[in-house]
């Protein structure tokens, strides 16, 4: 995970339950947890899911979320085959800080025992922080 930009192929790695990480699915939970679900209700089994290197995660029941991240903002396309229906929640300026800040702050909760781990996601942090600082100074949209 020692890259020196927050980008797609980070966020794969952390939501991937196979990745070196040790964390199994409890990234995963976060991010259902402090991204998706503070926006909308969304059923999606994590303990099934399988996430791609292009950030398209499925779970068994075919509901599926694409992640999109590019600069300062975060798509999020959230399709539920069962029901037929889909939504895209998309964060922008501040609320993409607060929103990506929030998920890390879980991971790093969840590292207590792995200070390396713990270490290199608050780096992430404090890079998001630097890297975006002047996004409170944007016109509100």
């Not at 990745?19 to 998706?36: C, P, Q, S, T």
């Not at 075919?62 to 903002?73: A, F, P």
Request: glycine residues 2%.
């Amino acid at each position: 995970m020692a890259s020196k930009s927050f980008n797609t192929a980070t966020i794969a790695r952390l939501l991937s339950h196979e990745d070196e990480h040790g964390m199994g699915r409890v990234f995963m939970f976060a991010f259902l947890n402090e991204v998706i679900r503070q926006k909308r209700p969304f059923p999606f089994d994590c303990e099934s899911a399988k996430v791609s290197s292009d950030l398209l995660i499925v779970d068994n029941q075919g509901r599926s979320i694409t992640v999109e991240h590019k600069r300062n903002r975060l798509s999020l396309t959230l399709n539920d085959q069962q029901s037929e229906t889909s939504a895209l929640i998309e964060y922008k300026g501040e609320a993409y800080r607060q929103v990506i800040l929030a998920w890390l702050a879980a991971c790093i909760r969840y590292t207590s025992l792995q200070p390396e781990l713990r270490n290199e996601l608050t780096q992430y942090a404090n890079s998001i922080r630097r890297r975006y600082w002047w996004i409170n100074f944007l016109p509100v949209q």
